[in-house]
């Protein structure tokens, strides 16, 4: 299975990501926000990251950038309450998915092991 980075500021959404994918047999990580995301990216490569991109210290917004200049084959997935327009925006700049606050947590579990198998 895969390894996957989770990073937003919300622990309810921290532990309910974590906790299913780890019930789907993913080795996963957490971060609290795009400073400790990129930090814990840098030590250990994830075959999928997921930000929100809303969060204080360093957006997801600005993760996806760094995250995107150093990797260019990244495979990332972002979640946010912002908005679809906006969600939709980041697949432009190589996000691979987007989910909108709230998601369902099967839908983004299914698309880690469809990215993840890419």
Same mark, same amino acid.
């Given at each position: &299975?895969? +390894?996957?980075?989770?990073?937003? @500021? @919300?622990?309810?959404?921290?532990?309910?990501?974590?906790?299913?994918?780890?019930?789907? =047999?993913? @080795?996963?990580?957490?971060?609290?926000?795009?400073?400790?995301?990129?930090?814990? +990216?840098?030590?250990?490569? %994830?075959?999928?990251?997921?930000?929100?991109? &809303? &969060? %204080?210290?360093?957006?997801?917004?600005?993760?996806?950038?760094?995250?995107?200049?150093?990797? %260019?084959?990244?495979?990332?997935?972002?979640?946010? =309450?912002? =908005?679809?327009?906006?969600?939709?925006?980041? &697949?432009?700049? =190589?996000?691979?998915?987007?989910?909108?606050? %709230?998601?369902?947590?099967?839908?983004?579990?299914?698309?880690?092991?469809?990215?993840?198998?890419?």
């Amino acid at each position: &299975m895969a +390894y996957v980075l989770v990073v937003d @500021d @919300d622990p309810r959404v921290l532990a309910l990501l974590r906790d299913a994918l780890s019930i789907a =047999g993913h @080795d996963v990580t957490t971060a609290e926000d795009g400073a400790a995301g990129l930090r814990a +990216y840098a030590a250990r490569r %994830p075959d999928v990251l997921i930000t929100d991109l &809303m &969060m %204080p210290k360093r957006s997801g917004i600005d993760l996806v950038f760094a995250v995107s200049r150093r990797d %260019p084959a990244a495979v990332i997935i972002a979640i946010s =309450g912002v =908005g679809e327009s906006f969600l939709q925006a980041g &697949m432009a700049v =190589g996000i691979a998915r987007v989910f909108a606050k %709230p998601f369902d947590v099967r839908d983004v579990v299914a698309a880690v092991v469809e990215l993840s198998r890419a």
